[in-house]
């Protein structure tokens, strides 16, 4: 439960001691609702802004695999090991989660539509200028992903916070859900649109232009589209929930709301998971393929493509079929069982497990079966997306949440996918270089084997959260509901100085 201490009302004493006037506290409690009178965001205007935020997250995903769909062209070009090849999601992650405590901190306090806006054009310009890299510039390339992790850190930061402010209650989860199914989505048409922009034109290069040409699009409908909403309009219809706290603050109440640190702890799982599998499948299936002696190796810039554009359909569909069913179980189950949407977390993350075992070592001898069981493996592990997205939103405060979804990304990522695809690149490396009779395709078969044992671990931790989740939902309920009937006082108090025969406090009248 929330302490006193904790709780980010501003607070005002009614008291006859506090030594304030008739006047003074009208104008002192009436202070409180002026930052927030402003005209509500109709529907449309709401549902125009989510299509834009989620053409933009589709980029941001995008944007982020290409590089894994041609990694092999990349490896080839520059001629660089496995591990140093993991090097490119790494740094990219690093700069990512490095920033997003900046980000979640500006995002509570100004702004949220022009930090989106300023970290969207660095994005764009460094994505761009990292497909112009010569082959003796390998550290430019390695230097232009990680400042593309500074724009993407932005927006991922921000981008849910506001859609929780334009929406509430169930409309709220459906809204999230299809936020977050684009990102398996874009992940998967990063695989796709990267390979086949490479085949295409015969240059790699490409793979990294395409997305920061659509970025353009996004851009400029963000700054006509995209509102900037009181924090907390939804919970309150549309008055927003005002709070001044220390990042100090804001911190050690994330760090007492347990829910959100289990909770957190999972999706730390989930991304070194993830992470891991996006970075490495397409090349793990294109060595299987050599293994079987079903096609040459590769040798020269342009590889065969065909596992990423198939790695990269399955991502897309069981990402939408996963993020809807996870979605829909949670509407259907949330309301019996108030535990149920880190329940749902947990199965998705123990499900996937014997998926991935199997993947893994079926993958040498038969690429049809390996390709169902990462199917059935990635739909348990999309059941996760919207419902963590929605945990977040409901168990922490709306005048924190960009703080919380910043700390969630800096520790998910630093302990997740900033080091999972370069630390399966080591093992792979090390394995390989220890046993000389051993192929690169074994050795990365049996780096992969980390996979399931981290999605173990994050079951578990999800297991853990659903002991404390419901009381946690209750505190902030609690909370918006007392800053709201803070806000009626202020307006009534307002309505009683200015003359009023009468003065209106909710559903009562009081006589002057």
Not at 17 to 30: D, E, I, T
Not at 153 to 181: E, H, K, N, W
Not at 457 to 467: A, D, P, R
Request: charged share 10%; with cysteine; glycine share 10%.
């Amino acid at each position: 439960m929330l302490s006193h201490q904790d709780t980010p009302v501003p607070r005002c004493s009614l008291g006859s001691s506090s030594g304030l006037h008739y006047g003074a506290l009208v104008n002192s409690v009436s202070s409180l609702a002026l930052a927030s009178d402003k005209p509500p965001i109709s529907q449309r205007r709401a549902y125009v802004a989510i299509a834009v935020l989620c053409y933009v997250n589709l980029l941001n995903y995008m944007e982020r695999y290409t590089i894994a769909g041609v990694l092999s062209d990349i490896k080839n070009f520059f001629l660089i090991s496995d591990s140093t090849a993991g090097l490119l999601q790494t740094v990219f992650i690093c700069s990512f989660l490095l920033l997003a405590p900046l980000f979640g901190y500006l995002g509570d306090r100004y702004n949220r539509k022009y930090i989106m806006l300023c970290g969207l054009s660095v994005w764009l310009l460094t994505a761009a200028g990292s497909s112009f890299v010569s082959k003796s510039q390998f550290w430019l390339l390695i230097l232009l992903r990680a400042l593309v992790g500074v724009g993407e850190a932005s927006y991922s930061t921000v981008a849910p916070t506001i859609i929780g402010d334009l929406f509430s209650g169930g409309q709220r989860s459906v809204m999230i859900c299809i936020f977050y199914i684009f990102i398996p989505v874009g992940s998967g048409l990063g695989y796709i649109t990267g390979a086949g922009s490479a085949n295409l034109t015969g240059d790699w290069r490409w793979a990294l232009r395409i997305t920061p040409i659509m970025g353009l699009v996004g851009l400029v409908l963000m700054v006509f589209l995209c509102p900037n909403p009181p924090r907390g309009a939804a919970e309150t219809h549309g008055d927003g929930v005002t709070a001044h706290s220390s990042y100090v603050e804001d911190v050690k109440y994330l760090l007492k709301n347990k829910s959100y640190v289990w909770s957190s702890l999972g999706v730390t799982s989930l991304a070194f998971l993830t992470g891991a599998l996006a970075f490495w499948l397409p090349t793990f299936l294109a060595r299987a393929h050599v293994t079987q002696g079903l096609r040459p190796p590769c040798t020269g810039e342009s590889c065969n493509s065909t596992d990423s554009y198939i790695f990269g359909a399955v991502t897309v569909a069981t990402g939408i079929l996963g993020g809807a069913l996870g979605t829909t179980i949670s509407r259907q189950l949330r309301d019996r069982f108030s535990h149920a949407d880190p329940l749902i977390c947990a199965v998705g993350m123990l499900g996937s497990v014997p998926c991935l075992f199997i993947t893994i070592f079926v993958a040498s001898s038969s690429i049809p079966v390996t390709y169902v069981f990462i199917f059935f493996g990635e739909l348990l592990l999309s059941l996760n997306w919207a419902v963590l997205a929605d945990i977040l939103l409901y168990v922490v405060v709306p005048t924190r949440r960009a703080t919380a979804e910043a700390l969630q990304i800096t520790f998910g990522h630093l302990l997740g996918d900033a080091g999972s695809p370069y630390l399966l690149g080591v093992i792979s490396d090390a394995i390989l270089s220890s046993n000389p009779d051993t192929t690169d395709f074994r050795s990365l078969m049996y780096s992969l084997l980390l996979c399931p044992f981290m999605g173990i671990l994050g079951g578990v931790f999800f297991l853990i959260t659903t002991m404390y989740i419901t009381e946690d939902k209750k505190a902030v309920q609690q909370l918006v509901e007392g800053n709201l009937f803070l806000r009626n006082l202020a307006r009534g108090l307002a309505a009683c100085s200015s003359g009023a025969t009468s003065c209106v406090f909710g559903s009562s009248t009081m006589p002057l």
